[in-house]
């Protein structure tokens, strides 16, 4: 089956301690991305790749980090979470032909 | 810059009613247009899509028709379910190569 797969699915951290989300697709997508979803502001972007050791910052890159060291993996890395990093945080994937965007189901990360 | 704009929600429909979530956008060119859907829980998922003006993209009984002269992307449904619940977001990607930016999203209650 053709998936997104984050990990984990839920976490609750202390400030200041380093976690990293991972991603991997299953679907030789060239592309990927990070996007954080907070209520009121809906969904935006922080980090992209457009392939293999190529990686471009959002819109709201700040605090993250990323890495695309092969096609299929796509890990956020918090080097030092805070409290303003609390998000549903989701991880997609798209098909350059198409354009269609297939989606992760989602990390909800709590930074206490 | 490039953005999208829906109607804020909540939208409170009983079952069999109308439905229609207002869809703006502003863009360089001519992007391709986009709704996706969240169900509870979930990640997102696209709903349908439409590439170029006056396409019509439908499924599962929602239709939206890419206007434009009027730089709008409407969702409509003829008759809800209780199950179409979630919350609807429009976006947009000006070119294959671009990210895909989001509308803040609509919230549908749909009650039996």
């Known amino acids: 089956e053709a998936q997104v797969t984050q990990n984990p699915r839920y976490l609750i951290t202390v400030t200041g301690k380093k976690l990293t989300v991972t991603c991997s697709q299953n679907?030789?997508?060239?592309?990927m991305s990070w996007y954080r979803q907070d209520p009121g502001l809906g969904l935006r972007q922080i980090y992209y790749?457009?392939?293999?050791?190529?990686?471009d910052k959002g819109d709201v890159p700040e605090g993250y980090k990323v890495s695309r060291k092969e096609k299929r993996n796509f890990p956020l890395i918090l080097e030092s979470p805070s409290p303003n990093q609390t998000s549903l945080y989701f991880c997609a994937s798209r098909d350059t032909a198409n354009y269609g965007y297939t989606f992760g189901s989602g990390t909800r990360l709590t930074v206490v | 810059g490039n953005s999208v704009t829906q109607m804020e929600g909540p939208v409170t429909l009983s079952e069999e009613a109308f439905l229609t979530i207002n869809c703006t956008y502003t863009a360089t060119g001519y992007p391709s247009l986009f709704w996706y859907v969240q169900y509870p829980g979930e990640g997102l998922q696209l709903l349908l899509k439409?590439?170029?003006?006056?396409d019509k993209g439908s499924n599962k009984g929602f239709e939206a028709t890419y206007r434009k002269e009027t730089t709008s992307f409407h969702l409509e449904k003829g008759s809800v379910q209780v199950s179409d619940s979630a919350v609807y977001f429009c976006a947009l990607t000006p070119s294959g190569n671009t990210p895909l930016v989001f509308g803040k999203g609509t919230r549908l209650s749909v009650i039996a």
């Open positions: 679907m030789n997508h060239e592309y």
């Open positions: 790749s457009m392939n293999v050791e190529v990686t």
């Open positions: 439409a590439t170029k003006a006056d």
